[in-house]
T-cell receptor, first 114, second 116 residues
Framework: DQQVKQNSPSLSVQEGRISILNCDYT??????FLWYKKYPAEGPTFLIS?????DKNEDGRFTVFLNKSAKHLSLHIVPSQPGDSAVYFC?????????????FGKGTLLTVNP | GAGVSQSPRYKVAKRGQDVALRCDPI?????LFWYQQALGQGPEFLTY????????KSGLPSDRFFAERPEGSVSTLKIQRTQQEDSAVYLC??????????????FGPGTRLLVL
């Protein structure tokens, strides 16, 4: 049972345009969400996070939006650059007993075309 | 400073063979995690150490999987009598403090295990 879902396995955008990556979750206990970026043959690297008390967090070209009622979050990359081409994983955590445990989605492969 | 390193990077094992995967976390990091990433899937939690104490091993798939971190730094994930379904990338991550998921986890490059 996938508690964190990334329903788009891949996304292709033109350089300079906006990339929007989506993530849905089913466990209402989750209260902290993260995005990780992964290049081939490397481990995932932390990109940006958001707490459930917020609905938006911005860091440079990256913005994460959280819609708690819909159990949905999205990552916006503006403007997209070829170096952003990677697999993006959405992950979730909660403040309960096992709060160190991250639950990941399957990832979305983003390709930014020059 | 060095990041998280893992060795070997690639391992081919015959079914039934035992394997040992090593993780060197970032120096001074208290927390250490192991994840398993099957092909086309996201990383899945296996186990968690705080210093040398294994506080959670709920994600280990079977009793063939064993992890240790005897001195609170380097960790080894051992898989006994490997099966084909054990083929995956095994990721190690560390974080500075013994706090929750809000603490950034730094991942190593992973060990890709192929069981024939």
């Amino acid at each position: 049972d996938q508690q964190v879902k990334q329903n788009s396995p891949s996304l292709s955008v033109q350089e300079g345009r906006i990339s929007i990556l989506n993530c849905d979750y089913t466990n209402s206990m989750f209260d902290y969400f993260l995005w990780y970026k992964k290049y081939p043959a490397e481990g995932p690297t932390f990109l940006i996070s958001i707490s459930s008390i917020k609905d938006k967090n911005e860091d440079g070209r990256f913005t994460v939006f959280l819609n708690k009622s819909a159990k949905h979050l999205s990552l916006h990359i503006v403007p997209s650059q070829p170096g952003d081409s990677a697999v993006y994983f959405c992950a979730a955590a909660y403040s309960g007993g096992s709060n160190y445990k991250l639950t990941f989605g399957k990832g979305t492969l983003l390709t930014v075309n020059p | 400073g060095a990041g998280v390193s893992q060795s070997p990077r690639y391992k081919v094992a015959k079914r039934g063979q035992d394997v040992a995967l090593r993780c060197d976390p970032i120096s001074g990091h208290v927390s250490l995690f192991w994840y398993q990433q099957a092909l086309g899937q996201g990383p899945e939690f296996l186990t968690y150490f705080q210093n040398e104490a294994q506080l959670d091993k709920s994600g280990l798939p079977s009793d063939r999987f064993f992890a240790e971190r005897p001195e609170g730094s380097v960790s080894t994930l051992k898989i006994q009598r490997t099966q084909q379904e054990d083929s995956a990338v095994y990721l190690c991550a560390s974080s500075q403090h013994p706090t929750g998921g809000r603490e950034t986890q730094y991942f190593g490059p992973g060990t890709r295990l192929l069981v024939l």
